[in-house]
């Protein structure tokens, strides 16, 4: 069965800060792998995925996230947060089984 | 934007009461699923359908809940007899089919507390 593991639960950064939240993931197979955010109030939404190709995908918002096999890691990055980022996000593997198993979540907040 | 419709958005129930959520995914999105979020962590699985069909409900705790999806479209979770530990945000997710990059549509939840 598949797994995912994110490092930080709760990450504090002031505005224009870079931010990377870690993310592992544990399957044998093939997967496609997202980050989906939940804003204050608001349900979960994508941000970004990986299908296939170019590991550096690019999401909304300025936000990326790199795909290291070698690593089975999916580490979401953004090189200046602003206030309106604070959330919660999820990382998330998806397998050829239809079947998308998430991470705990990281909680971001970020100061004015 | 269309989105994945749920009922009721909060709801209060004694221990051995019986409960029910309602779900409405996007209009033509072949695969629902239904997820238990417990405070400070993420989303479970608990049932997959592939229109009418369970395709997964490893995770389900079949002696109290269940889950049906009768004509493809929406779907109701119920839970009976309710106990403290199913205190929870219960997530329904759409996607426009079971493929591997597809996208999941979720609802607002419904945030159930038992007493």
């Known amino acids: 069965a598949q797994s995912v593991s994110q490092h930080n639960h709760h990450v504090i950064l002031s505005e224009a800060a870079s931010l990377e939240l870690g993310c592992n993931y544990s399957?044998?197979?093939?997967?496609?792998l997202f980050w989906y955010v939940q804003y204050p109030g608001q349900h979960l939404q994508l941000l970004l995925k990986?299908?296939?190709?170019?590991?550096l995908v690019k999401g909304i918002k300025g936000f990326e996230a790199e795909f290291i096999k070698s690593k089975f890691s999916f580490n979401l990055r953004k090189p200046s947060v602003q206030w309106s980022d604070t959330a919660e996000y999820f990382c998330?593997?998806?397998?050829?089984?239809?079947?998308?198993?998430f991470g705990d979540g990281t909680t971001l907040t970020v100061k004015p | 934007e269309a989105e994945v419709a749920q009922s009721p958005r909060y709801k209060i129930t004694e221990k051995s009461q019986a409960v029910a959520f309602w779900c409405d995914p996007i209009s033509g999105h072949a695969t629902l699923y239904w997820y238990r979020q417990i405070l400070g962590q993420g989303p479970e699985l608990l049932v997959q359908f592939q229109d009418e069909s369970v395709v997964d409900d490893s995770q389900l705790p079949k002696d109290r809940f269940s889950a049906e999806r009768l004509k493809g479209v929406d779907s109701t979770l119920k839970i009976q007899p309710a106990e403290l530990g199913d205190s929870a945000m219960y997530l329904c997710?759409?996607?426009?089919?079971?493929?591997?990059?597809?996208?999941?549509?979720f609802g607002s939840g419904t945030q159930l507390s038992v007493l």
């Open positions: 399957y044998g197979g093939t997967v496609n």
């Open positions: 990986y299908f296939s190709g170019d590991p």
């Open positions: 997710a759409s996607s426009l089919t079971r493929g591997l990059g597809e996208k999941l549509f």
């Open positions: 998330a593997v998806r397998t050829n089984a239809g079947k998308s198993t």
